[in-house]
């Protein structure tokens, strides 16, 4: 994909701030995260790094944090983590990043969306061509610094409104995918995406009715519940792996860090895997529908594949639910960007649980 002139300097920047780089030993390659250390692991080096601290990620077996100060080097080796050292604390990014969710009403339909890349060091603005008002509205928040850069796509992420644990569900208006089985106190649930929630209705699946919307966040956040009242829809536990082979099984909502593996199961593309590349991310699908907190993946994805699920790590039979596909660009022929709203936040709101094996 080729870059503007005005995008190659803003990315010539970027470079400039990152390669602040300092001369450390390698960590020693980390084993692979267990079920519940992802997350936590992350806070742990916020705990201990302090200030200094500007986001952590994995490049396959090996741990990686970013800092703002050498000092911390040793402390950051000593974690098994191999440290860079970087221009900007994620406590700074994460405040550009929040000064334009604040304006976020005044980005042009161009401005694709934008969040903190802790890889990057800088708060990325996705931008449809090389429109000047994109541009602009990005340079405004970087204070003629290199905290900001553009990156350009060729087309705005949009909901993807044709997709259950992957497979079809559908009512009179779209079809959608269904992501994970819940149950509350107040019955059982599927979840899905709240872009397709907002539809409202009665909806079925492969066999039979399911029943209606109980309650949907969009836009905002992007997820729902359906309630079911069809007492022969037996819940599972279950992800469909298409023709990609055997069903994987949820064990468990633990968080997986940026660049972990991660694979979607949708009802118009089946199963397709890929890396986790930022998490946060606000998107403008346009029409003044923004959504915040979304994670970003280079797993792609088709209308009818929204609201499937999202599951770590790729290869595993008994996998960490993570999220649903929310929406995204490009498509499964040339690859695309795809962006999924965590499944954490709809069990925390909803107050459910997930059905797990």
């Not at 974690?79 to 604040?102: C, E, F, H, N, W």
């Not at 949708?266 to 890929?274: E, L, Q």
């Amino acid at each position: 994909m080729q870059s503007s002139s005005a995008m190659n300097r803003l990315a010539i920047a970027l470079v400039a701030g990152t390669a602040l780089g300092v001369a450390v030993t390698p960590a020693a390659a980390a084993p692979g995260f267990g079920a519940l250390d992802g997350a936590s692991f992350g806070q742990q080096l916020q705990s201990t790094l302090g200030s200094a601290y500007a986001g952590f990620w994995l490049d396959g077996t090996t741990r990686h944090v970013a800092i703002t100060d050498a000092a911390e080097a040793a402390d950051a080796r000593a974690q098994g983590v191999q440290p860079t050292l970087v221009k900007y604390t994620l406590r700074q990014l994460d405040g550009v990043a929040s000064r334009i969710d604040a304006a976020a009403a005044s980005a042009p339909a161009t401005v694709a969306a934008w969040g903190v890349d802790v890889r990057r060091n800088a708060v990325v603005v996705s931008v449809v061509g090389e429109d000047p008002s994109a541009l602009a509205f990005a340079e405004r928040f970087g204070a003629g610094g290199d905290a900001v850069v553009t990156e350009p796509v060729s087309e705005a992420p949009r909901p993807l409104w044709n997709t259950i644990g992957g497979q079809a569900i559908q009512n009179s208006q779209a079809r959608c995918s269904a992501a994970f089985n819940a149950r509350g106190t107040t019955g059982r649930y599927v979840l899905t995406a709240g872009h397709c929630g907002e539809l409202g209705g009665t909806w079925s699946g492969a066999g039979g009715v399911i029943g209606m919307v109980a309650g949907y966040s969009f836009p905002g956040d992007d997820f729902a519940e359906i309630l079911i009242t069809n007492a022969t829809a037996v819940q599972t536990a279950l992800v469909d792996r298409y023709s990609a082979g055997a069903d994987v099984t949820v064990a468990g909502s633990a968080v997986a860090p940026v660049g972990s593996s991660v694979c979607r199961s949708g009802s118009t593309t089946g199963w397709h895997c890929g890396t986790i590349q930022a998490t946060n991310q606000t998107v403008n699908y346009g029409g003044g529908d923004i959504v915040s907190g979304l994670t970003r993946t280079n797993v792609c994805a088709e209308p009818g594949d929204s609201g499937g699920a999202y599951v770590s790590p790729n290869g595993a039979t008994r996998v960490q639910a993570q999220g649903f596909t929310s929406g995204g660009s490009g498509d499964c022929r040339s690859g695309g960007t795809t962006f999924f709203q965590p499944v954490n936040e709809a069990l925390s709101r909803y107050g459910v649980s997930l059905v797990t094996g």
